[in-house]
C-alpha cells in the first residue's frame, strides 16, 4: 500500500491485530522437497525479504537450474548444517498474510528425528506431511503420521509433491490417497486432506495449477489461510494452574498464570487443588492489548490474567484453580506415553523431577510396558528407553499431580522428565486416561466406564480433618518412621521387636511394619522381581506414612536392598519423619547365623534374587542411625536406636 | 480470519505467551535481569513486564550494557523512560577497554563490539551474579535464531552450543541450572518486526524518536547510510550530506545504518514496512562482518 492514506494504515493496523494465529509445523526429509515447499510457501506469499533473496541467488548451486532458486536455503539455518546439507534441530519460521499470521515449526528428517518433530507437534494445529509423488507412502511417512497423532496434532494435511516428475497424473495422487488412508484410520487423526503440488515448479502452492485441472480443491496457501483451529483449546473444563503469586502490598493478592483450558466469570466459584479449599472469583486482573481496562468480567483460555479470590486462603505455584464440579483426577501414579530426548538412556531405578503446568515433583518410572516401533508401529518389549525411543510408561510421583489425559486436554496433559543432576530436558509425556482403553470390555459403554474410572480414582481426602501436628501434640510424641534395612538375618526383626516393646513402655503410640506381616496380606499379590519388590517397598511406606498421620509411630523392618526404593519411602513419608537404621552385619555373620535357612537354599541355587547371594545389596551411604550387630548385642542396639530416637524427636 | 468470541487474536496471543515466560523467570530463578538495549523490542520488552507483574513492579532490574558510543536521543530517552515506570536500572561499561581507548576506528568493528558487548555483558551478568538474563531477541531476526530456545541455556563461561540446548515443548520452560551456569530468556521469540510496531501503535508504547523519520546528517558509504556525528565519522574523501533518514535498528552510532524513509509518524513506519522488503538487520553492519557472523558471535556470548 505505497499510497494509503493514514486512515487506510490505521484500518489495517487494526485488522491487522485482529488477525488470527495459526501454528504448524512440517515433517518429511529434504528429499521430499520439504524446505522446497516452505522455500515456496514464503517466496509466492511475498515474505521473503530482498536481502535474503540476494544471499540466495549468491549461493552457488551443483547441477541446479539455473532459473530455479535454491528455495531450500532459505530455511536452511546453522552454518554447522548448512555444511553437512541437513537440518539438525527445530526451526521457527514467521510470516502472515492480510488473512492469517502463521508460526511454522521446521523439523528436520535425519536421526534425530523423533525428538524434534515432536517438539514442532507440541504446540501445532497441523502438521504439514510431505509424500514423494514418485516414491508414494512410504516407512517415513507412516512414522511421521504416528508421531503427528502421538503429539495429538488435530489435523494432518497431506501434500503429495513432485507431482511434475508424475505428470501430474490424477491415478497416482489417488493411489497414494488410498494408500494412506487405509494406514491412518487407525491413528485417530480428526481431519486428513490431501493436496497434490510441485512446490519447485510452485503448482498448488499459493497458486492453483493450471496443469491438474481434475483438482478443484485448495490450494496449500488457502487452506492454511482458512482452516477453522479456534476449536482446539478445550474450552469446558476450566484449568488455572498457578505460576507466580503477585503481593505488591497486604491488601493485594493475585494469583498469576495462564489459563490452559476453559473459561472464568467473576463471582463463580473455584477450588483449589490440592488443597481442596472453596472460594469465589474476586477480580481477574489484565489489560488486554490496545485496552483502557485493566480487569475483566470473563477469562478465557489461553489469556495471562493474575486472579484475586473472596477469601484469604493458601494457594501458590504449582497449585490449580478449577471448577467446584469439574476437576481433574488428583493422582500421584499415572500412565503416559514417553519420547525419551536425552543420548542418555533411561534409568528406571533413580528419580526423575516432572514438569507438569506449573508443578514440579520427583518422580519414579515404575514401569515400561511396552514400547513403540516408530517404523513398524508394532509394541516391542519394554526395556529402559533410549534416545527417540517411545514407550508406555508407568509413573509414580512424590506428589500428588492433577491430571487431565492428553487426549482430553493437550494443555494439561503434558509434562517433560527433567534429570536431577545435569537438569536436562530427557523426557516428553502425555498423559493416559485412567482406565486403560485396551482393558476395558468390549461392547460396554466405554465413555461410562471411563468416567466411573475417573470417580472412583478421584478421592479427596476430606476437608477440616485433625492435622497430624494435632494428634502429636495430644499424644505428646512426634510420630516418625524408623526405616530398619539390612540383609536377611542381620537381626532386624529382633532389635525390632525390643524397640518396640520398649517405646511402648514409654507410652508413645507405635506399631511394627515388617516384609512378612505384610506380604500375607496388602502385599500377597506380589512377588520378588525388582518390579514387585519396588512395589513392596512403596506400599509399606504408605502405610507406614497413613500410621504417622494417625500420630502413630513405626518401624518398618525390611531388607530395602535398593537405594532408589528407601529414597522413595523417604519422599513418601516425609523427610522430616523418616529415620533410616542401617542394621549392619557382614554377611559371612548373616549367613552363619541363617535363622530361617535361607542362605542355604540361595546357595543351593533354590533361591532367585536373594540379596547378598545373587541380588545385590546398597548399603546406606548416610543412614541417620547404624548399629554392628556383630559387635553389639540386641539390647545395646536397641538402646542406641531408641536414644537417637529420643534425642532427634522431642516435642 | 479475524478473532472472534472467546478466541485471542495473534497479538493478543504473543502477548499472553510473552507474558506468561516472564512469569516463569519471576518464578523460577533467584535474581533475573532485563536486558534493556533502549530499542523498540526493549520497549515492547518492558511494557510485557509491566502488565504480567500488574499491579506490582517489575521484580526484576534492567540492565543496560553501555558501549559509550550510543546515540545521543538514546541516552536521554533511556533516563526518562526507565526514571517514568519507576524501574531500577543498571548501566554497565567495560571500563577497562574503554580507559584502553576501545574504538571502533582503531580496533575494527568486530573487536570493538567483542569488548564492548559481547565482553561487556558477561561481564556485567557475572558481577551482578544474575542467573537469568531477559533480551528482546526475536526469532525471525537473523538465520541462526531461529532456533533459539525460549530459555537459552548458558554454560559457566556464558557460551551457547547449539549442539547442547533443551528440547522445548508445549509451553514448559525448564530453568534448572547448576551454580554458575545461566539462562538467557527470550520472551519475544515469536514476535515479527511488524508485530512489535503493531503493538507499539495499538498500545501506544514510547520509542526513541530516531525510528521515525527526519532530516539527518549522514555519510553515504556503499549500501550503507552512516550517521556524522563528529569529524572522526568520516573517512578521507568522505562528506556529510543533510538526507531525510530514519534508523530501523539502534546499535552504536559507527555500526548503526539509516534507511532513507519519510515515515515520520508509527502508522506511516508500518506502511512503509509493507512495501520495503528487506531484513531490519540489513542495516546492521557486524552481520555482514562474516558468512555466519552473527552464529560465531552468539557462541561467544553475544545475545
Request: net charge neutral.
Amino acid at each position: 500500500m505505497p499510497n494509503a492514506t493514514l486512515s487506510e494504515i490505521d484500518a489495517f493496523l487494526e485488522r491487522n491485530a485482529r488477525s488470527t494465529l495459526l501454528r504448524f509445523s512440517t515433517a518429511g526429509s529434504v528429499d521430499d522437497g520439504k524446505s522446497t515447499l516452505i522455500g515456496r510457501l514464503l517466496h509466492d506469499s511475498k515474505n521473503v525479504y530482498e536481502d535474503h533473496l540476494r544471499a540466495l541467488q549468491a549461493v552457488p548451486t551443483e547441477g541446479a537450474d539455473s532459473n530455479e532458486l535454491p528455495l531450500a536455503l532459505l530455511t536452511d539455518g546453522l552454518k554447522a548444517e548448512r555444511e553437512q546439507g541437513i537440518t539438525i534441530d527445530v526451526a521457527y519460521r514467521y510470516f502472515s498474510t492480510p488473512k492469517r499470521h502463521f508460526i511454522l515449526a521446521d523439523t528436520p528428517g535425519h536421526e534425530q528425528y523423533t525428538r524434534n518433530m515432536a517438539t514442532g507437534c507440541s504446540t501445532a494445529n497441523l502438521t504439514i506431511l510431505l509424500i514423494d509423488a514418485e516414491h508414494g507412502v512410504i516407512t517415513q511417512t507412516k512414522r511421521h503420521a504416528f508421531i503427528a497423532s502421538l503429539l495429538g496434532v488435530p489435523r494432518l494435511l497431506i501434500t503429495v509433491n513432485k507431482m511434475d516428475l508424475v505428470d501430474y497424473s490424477q491415478s497416482v495422487f489417488n493411489r497414494i490417497k488410498e494408500d494412506f488412508l487405509g494406514f491412518a484410520g487407525k491413528l485417530g487423526i480428526r481431519e486428513l486432506r490431501f493436496i497434490p503440488v510441485s512446490a519447485l515448479r510452485g503448482e498448488n502452492v499459493v497458486t492453483s495449477s493450471g496443469l491438474m485441472p481434475w483438482y478443484k480443491g485448495e490450494t496449500v496457501m488457502e487452506y492454511l489461510e482458512n482452516v477453522y483451529v479456534a476449536g482446539d483449546t478445550n474450552m469446558v473444563d476450566f484449568r488455572f494452574p498457578v505460576q507466580y503469586v503477585i503481593r505488591p502490598n497486604p491488601n493485594y493478592r493475585g494469583y498469576a498464570g495462564q489459563i490452559a483450558a476453559g473459561a472464568i466469570r467473576v463471582g463463580e466459584e473455584v477450588m483449589v487443588l490440592p488443597s481442596l479449599r472453596k472460594s469465589r472469583i474476586k477480580s481477574i486482573d489484565t489489560r488486554r492489548a490496545g485496552s483502557e481496562r485493566s480487569q475483566v468480567e470473563e477469562a478465557f483460555a489461553p489469556m495471562s490474567v493474575a486472579i484475586t479470590l473472596e477469601d484469604e486462603i493458601d494457594v501458590g505455584r504449582g497449585d490449580m484453580l478449577v471448577r467446584t464440579h469439574n476437576v481433574p483426577r488428583i493422582q500421584s501414579q499415572f500412565e503416559a506415553m514417553l519420547v525419551w530426548m536425552s543420548d542418555v538412556p533411561m534409568d528406571p531405578d533413580k528419580p526423575y523431577l516432572i514438569r507438569h503446568t506449573s508443578r514440579e515433583s520427583k518422580i519414579f518410572i515404575d514401569a515400561i510396558n511396552y514400547k513403540v516401533d516408530v517404523n513398524t508401529l508394532h509394541r516391542t518389549t519394554g526395556t529402559p528407553l533410549q534416545l527417540n525411543e517411545i514407550g508406555r510408561v508407568g509413573l509414580t510421583a512424590a506428589k500428588p499431580l492433577m491430571l487431565d489425559s492428553y487426549r482430553k486436554n493437550r494443555a494439561t496433559g503434558n509434562f517433560i522428565l527433567i534429570d536431577t543432576a545435569t537438569f536436562h530436558t530427557v523426557g516428553a509425556g502425555m498423559i493416559l486416561d485412567s482406565l486403560p482403553q485396551e482393558l476395558l470390555p468390549l461392547g460396554q459403554g466405554a465413555t461410562e466406564l471411563m468416567e466411573q474410572g475417573r470417580v472412583s480414582t478421584n478421592i479427596h481426602p476430606e476437608e477440616g480433618a485433625i492435622t497430624k501436628e494435632a494428634r502429636e501434640s495430644q499424644a505428646g510424641f512426634r510420630a516418625v518412621t524408623l526405616w530398619f534395612t539390612g540383609l536377611s538375618g542381620s537381626g532386624k526383626s529382633t532389635i525390632a521387636k525390643g524397640l518396640e516393646r520398649k517405646i511402648f513402655t514409654e507410652g508413645r503410640p507405635i506399631y511394627r511394619l515388617d516384609g512378612d506381616n505384610l506380604r500375607f496380606g496388602l502385599n500377597r499379590d506380589l512377588g520378588f522381581s525388582r518390579k514387585d519388590r519396588s512395589e513392596n517397598i512403596r506400599r509399606a511406606a504408605e502405610t507406614a506414612r497413613l500410621f504417622n498421620q494417625a500420630g502413630i509411630s513405626v518401624i518398618c523392618s525390611f531388607i530395602s536392598p535398593f537405594k532408589a526404593d528407601r529414597d522413595r519411602a523417604r519422599e513418601i513419608i516425609g523427610a522430616d519423619s523418616f529415620i533410616e537404621v542401617h542394621i549392619d552385619s557382614p554377611i559371612e555373620v548373616c549367613e552363619s547365623r541363617d535363622p530361617h535357612g535361607l542362605y542355604s537354599k540361595a546357595r543351593a541355587g533354590e533361591i532367585s534374587e536373594f540379596t547378598g547371594i545373587s541380588s545385590p545389596y546398597e548399603a546406606p551411604l548416610n543412614p541417620e542411625v547404624s548399629v554392628r550387630t556383630d559387635q553389639h548385642s540386641v539390647e545395646e542396639s536397641v538402646n542406641i536406636i531408641y536414644v537417637y530416637l529420643q534425642k532427634s524427636t522431642s516435642l | 480470519m479475524l478473532a472472534g468470541k472467546q478466541t485471542l487474536s495473534h497479538l493478543e496471543q504473543r502477548e499472553a505467551e510473552s507474558i506468561h515466560i516472564l512469569r516463569e523467570v519471576a518464578a523460577q530463578f533467584e535474581r533475573p535481569v532485563i536486558l534493556y538495549s533502549v530499542g523498540k523490542d526493549s520497549s515492547v520488552l518492558v511494557r510485557l513486564a509491566q502488565k504480567a507483574f500488574h499491579p506490582g513492579g517489575i521484580p526484576f532490574p534492567l540492565l543496560h550494557v553501555d558501549t559509550s558510543y550510543k546515540f545521543k536521543e538514546m541516552y536521554e530517552f533511556r533516563d526518562q523512560f526507565v526514571n517514568e515506570i519507576g524501574a531500577k536500572l543498571i548501566v554497565y561499561r567495560n571500563e577497562k577497554a574503554l580507559a584502553e581507548n576501545a574504538n571502533p576506528h582503531d580496533l575494527g568493528t568486530r573487536r570493538c563490539c567483542d569488548l564492548l558487548k559481547t565482553q561487556g555483558l558477561l561481564d556485567a551478568l557475572k558481577e551482578g551474579n544474575f542467573d537469568a538474563a531477559i533480551g528482546g531477541a526475536r526469532r525471525d531476526e537473523e538465520k541462526s535464531r531461529a532456533k533459539e530456545r525460549v530459555f537459552s541455556f548458558r554454560d559457566k563461561f556464558g557460551q551457547w552450543d547449539p549442539r547442547n540446548q533443551r528440547p522445548e515443548l508445549w509451553g514448559l520452560y525448564n530453568g534448572h541450572i547448576n551454580p554458575g551456569e545461566s539462562i538467557r530468556v527470550f520472551p519475544l521469540s515469536n514476535w515479527t518486526e511488524l508485530d512489535i510496531w503493531t503493538y507499539i501503535h495499538v498500545e501506544k508504547i514510547p520509542v526513541v524518536p530516531l525510528y521515525l523519520s527526519k532530516k539527518r546528517r549522514m555519510v553515504v558509504r556503499g549500501d550503507q547510510l552512516i550517521p556524522v556525528q563528529d569529524a572522526t565519522s568520516l573517512q578521507s574523501g568522505e562528506e556529510g550530506q543533510d538526507v531525510v533518514c530514519r534508523f530501523r535498528t539502534l546499535g552504536c552510532t559507527h555500526c548503526t545504518g539509516a534507511v532513507k524513509s519519510t515515515a515520520d509518524t508509527i502508522p506511516g513506519i508500518v506502511q512503509e514496512m509493507m512495501v520495503v522488503r528487506t531484513s531490519e538487520r540489513a542495516t546492521r553492519i557486524i552481520d555482514h562482518d562474516a558468512e555466519g557472523s552473527m552464529e560465531t558471535k552468539k557462541r561467544e556470548g553475544y545475545f
